[in-house]
Structures are given as C-alpha cells and as structure tokens.
C-alpha cells in the first residue's frame, strides 16, 4: 500500500522504456506546456506592451488583468470543459490562462521601468512613436521578461497538472490512473518525474538565459 | 549669421490645484555663432538645463522660439546631438552598437559601422568597441556619448553638464579631449555647467544665468589664447569677477531654501544663533 523507494524506481523504469505509459504521457504533457507556454507568452507580451504603453488600456484593462490574476486558472476549467467540449482544448485553455497574466504584468513593468533618460536620448537621435517601443522600451524591458516568462511557466505547469487530474491525458490523469489501482510506487514516480522536469527547465533553460541576460544588461556583479 | 537663435524664451510651468504658475526664466535670447563654444553657467534651479533641453527639443518654450540655422526647432532631432549628464547608454547594446544606433536612421549598415568605428576612434575608445557599457567607468561611458552624439554630425552639439557627475581627475581629462574635439570637428557647442573654472577653461563665451527672476544677468566673452592655465592672472581674475555676480545669486537660491536671514559671508544660518529662534514657542 505505502509506496518504497525501490518500487518508485522500478515503476519508473517500467513505464518509461518497458509499457511506456509514462513516456506517452510525459510528452503528452510536455506538448501541452509548450504549445501552452508559448502562447501565453505571445499574449501576456502583447497585452503587457499595450498596457505599458497605453495609459488608457492600462487604467482600464489594467484592473481587470490583476483581478484575472487573482483568480486561479484551474477554476476555469469547468467552463473550459463545457466551452470546448471537454478534452484538450480546456487543458491547454487553463494552462494558458494560468501562464498569461503573470506574464503580462511583468511585461507591463518592464515598459514603465524604462529609464526617461534612455528615452530620450534615444529621441534626439529622431527616433519617435512605435519605434521607441521596439528599440528602446521592449529591449530594456527583457530582464522583466524574463522573470514574467520563470512565473508564468510555474504558473502554468501547475495548472496543467491540476487540469489533467481532473480531464484527460498526460502525467496528472495517469496520476489518478495509478490512485486508482492503488498503485502509490507508480504516483510516487510521477511526481518523481514533474519534480524533476521542474528542476531540467529552472537549471536548463532559464539559470542560462538569466545569468546571459543579466550580465549583459550589466544587472549582476557575477558575469 | 548665427547659428544658434534663442529667441525671447519664457518657460513657466502651469500652476495646478494648490500651486502657483512658476516661471522659471523670461525673455532670455541668444544667438551662438557657427563654431562657438558657449557656457550657459548658473545656480542650480536657474533653469539653465531647461533652456539645453527646449533648444534640444525636449523640452517646449512657453513663449518665444528656438531656431537652428533660421529652421525653427519644433522636437528631438539628429541636427542637434545631446550628452547627457547621465551617458544614458543602451545597457543591452556593446560600445559600437550604441553608437550605431545614432546613426541607422540616417546611414546604410556599412557606413554606420565605419561612422561608429571613426568616431569611437576620436574619442580614444578604438579598443572598447565590442564592451559593454557597464563594463565602462564613468568616464568612457561619457566619451562614448559624447561619440554618439558627434557620429549623428550634428549641427549643434548640446552638453548638459556632462561632467558633473565624475571625480576631478577624469574631468580634467575630458576637458582636454573635448577642447581637442571642438578644435578638430569645429562643432558649435552649447554647454551648460555650474562649475565656473570649466566655462572658462572651454569657452569662448559665458552665459551667466541668474534665479527669479530667472534670466541671463551678464554675458563674458573668454579672450584667453587656448590652452588655457587655470593659474595664470586673467583666468583668475575672471573666476572672481563671475564669482562675485554668481554669488549673490546662490545666496538667493540659499536663502529660499534655508530661511531669510541666510547670509553666505557670514558663515550662514547653520553657524548663527538665530538658526534656533524660536525653539521654545
């Protein structure tokens, strides 16, 4: 019943290169972060750059992102289920909604952070209007980026997994699947591998691209 | 001709709810010859970077105008380079890049690149092209503006006080690159400074600026032959002539600040047993 470390690792071999259901499983997930992430990345920057740089959008819409924010994605996921006819769609709907607006918010600051001295030295050399944005305002807005990019991939891997407890596929549904069988060495190794992709994205993708960044917008001592 | 026309210039700035309209300065005009060196010097709150930033385009006159070669200055453009006190540099971009920047909406890639490198080249930072502006020391990120600025071959190049955020030793040192920088380029360039002896030192003319009323009080011309010794009998004799308009002038700003019976001869209200009028009320 209580599951032992060495049953965890042995479910683990298993389904990953023996049955493979944690392989199908992993990469269903994976796909669905990925899509997940990308895309909430494209719109939570949009919608950050709007807000940063329209004070109408941002004394308007601005509230309303906070208020979203404060909402957890995974309540979503009924209206999800009923709006896409259960499936994939809600998940990656949940997902995107979870990464989204940490996103924005981080993007939005970024833009309103921009040293006024930057600006306009960049306007005495005639630069003017949207490509202030592009040149100065959202280059000097990446390392916010950055951080808006680390939260909302926490965000929405969490969601994901939550979703998927809940609907179809990927590591939570097999989660449950094991839950079922009363399989705990199997849960165990679950978590075992969200622990561990959690750990490959922070050492793998963004430590790399932070410590790039930073030291190149000369934010950290130790480039 | 001048170069350079300001032409009765007022700034006030709106009052609001619970303030006063405040005019910073009124009527001033000037006109800066083509490859003059001109000092605008005041006290701090004299308005004097107001002024460098409404000829840069920066900053909107309330009343009168700004003209560059008879072309009335209507905002921010290429013929009028700016050095910041701040380098204001692109911290994501290398040395080059910067001063590319200046240069992209004016030149095709080759020759901004040639442009950036001549120009870095004058400045003595040839071998910092590919660092980046945090690596820099405050000096070299000033040169590096003052190379950016210079790339855009601007008509009129603008400094406001670029030096005054850097300790004595580079100073002087860039006092030298830029005399050697004016002398060469032949750029007419105003330059606003509170530090009386770098007027001198620099300029052909010194625009003495004065607080409320803001507005010009005296005009020097600077007849020393270059280089200039910052010892010899006239520079300090003009130091103590300026000086002596100047100081009333601060002790203006002072008073406003610290109280009426602020008086800088006499050590000031610090010293004075008046400072603790009133304590016991």
Redesign the interface.
């Known amino acids: 019943m209580f599951p032992s470390p060495l049953g965890s690792v042995q479910q683990l071999y298993i389904g990953l290169f023996d049955t493979g259901i944690l392989r199908v499983a992993l990469f269903e997930s994976l796909e669905r972060i990925g899509f997940g992430f990308l895309l909430a990345l494209l719109i939570g920057g949009l919608l950050g750059v709007l807000l940063g740089v329209s004070k109408l959008a941002d004394e308007t819409l601005g509230s309303l992102v906070i208020a979203l924010q404060s909402v957890p994605s995974i309540v979503w996921l009924p209206i999800a289920l009923i709006l896409f006819q259960g499936g994939g769609g809600a998940i990656l709907f949940v997902v995107v909604l979870g990464a989204t607006w940490p996103m924005t918010m981080n993007m939005r600051m970024g833009m309103k952070n921009v ?1 006024p ?2 600006m ?8 003017t209007g949207s490509e202030l944005v592009w ?2 305002m959202i ?2 807005a ?1 390392p916010n980026v950055l951080t808006g990019a680390r939260l909302a991939w926490a965000f929405g891997w969490r969601a994901l997994m939550a979703a998927e407890l809940i609907g179809r596929g990927g590591l939570g549904r097999t989660l449950m699947d094991a839950r079922d069988f009363y399989n705990m060495d199997l849960v165990v190794s679950i978590m075992i591998i969200i622990a561990v992709i959690g750990l490959l994205v922070e050492y793998f993708i963004f430590s790399k691209i932070e410590r790039r960044v930073l030291s ?3 934010l950290s001592t130790a480039s | 001709m001048s170069h350079v026309t300001i032409d009765h210039v007022e700034k006030t700035f709106p009052g609001g709810k619970n303030t006063q309209p405040f005019t910073v300065f009124e009527d001033i005009s000037l006109s800066v010859d083509a490859g003059e060196f001109v000092s605008l010097l005041g006290p701090s709150g004299c308005g004097k970077s107001t002024l460098l930033n409404i000829v840069a385009g920066l900053d909107t006159a309330s009343e009168g105008s700004v003209s560059i070669n008879n072309a009335q200055v209507t905002g921010p453009g290429a013929d009028r380079g700016v050095v910041f006190q701040e380098a204001a540099l692109m911290p994501w971009m290398n040395v080059k890049q910067n001063v590319e920047f200046a240069l992209k909406k004016q030149y095709s890639k080759k020759e901004a690149s040639a442009r950036a490198e001549e120009y870095l080249k004058l400045v003595h930072l040839s071998r910092f092209l590919d660092s980046y502006p945090h690596e820099l020391s405050g000096g070299m990120k000033q040169r590096v503006s003052i190379a950016r600025a210079l790339s855009m071959d601007p008509e009129v190049l603008l400094m406001d006080e670029p030096f005054g955020a850097l300790d004595e030793q580079t100073r002087m040192m860039l006092h030298k690159e830029v005399q050697y920088i004016w002398e060469k380029t032949n750029k007419t360039i105003l330059f606003v400074t509170h530090n009386i002896r770098e007027s001198i030192l620099l300029s052909d003319r010194i625009v003495l600026m004065g607080t409320r009323p803001g507005g010009i009080r005296k005009i020097f011309d600077v007849p020393l032959a270059r280089p200039r010794d910052p010892s010899s009998e006239e520079f300090t004799a003009l130091e103590h002539e300026i000086m002596s308009i100047l100081e009333k002038e601060i002790e203006k700003v002072m008073r406003e600040e610290m109280g009426d019976d602020f008086r800088s001869k006499k050590a000031g209200l610090l010293y004075n047993s008046n400072s603790n009028m009133g304590d016991h009320i």
């Open positions: 040293q001295i930057l306009r030295a960049a306007k005495t050399m005639g630069y040149r100065v280059p000097a990446i190149r917008w000369g």
